[in-house]
């Protein structure tokens, strides 16, 4: 899986990485309109809950991130 090795590489950087949670959208055709909108409620869900765990996680790692400035 290449976002399982990109996120080895990365690591390897010391770059910091959100780990969990991991969304994989299948069925792209069926999930964005022609638009490009998202328009199916269970992915949208599960971005959601991505956004939700990353601004969660930037809290906890800024003091991290203040050391790399």
Do not use: C, N
Request: glycine share 8%; proline share 3%.
């Amino acid at each position: 899986m290449i976002q399982l090795h990109l996120r080895q590489i990365l690591t390897h950087v010391g770059a910091l990485t959100l780990g969990k949670p991991e969304v994989l959208v299948a069925r792209a055709g069926q999930v964005f309109d022609a638009d490009g909108r998202l328009v199916d409620d269970a992915a949208r869900g599960f971005l959601r809950d991505l956004l939700s765990a990353l601004a969660d996680w930037i809290e906890r790692v800024s003091p991290a991130l203040r050391l790399y400035t």
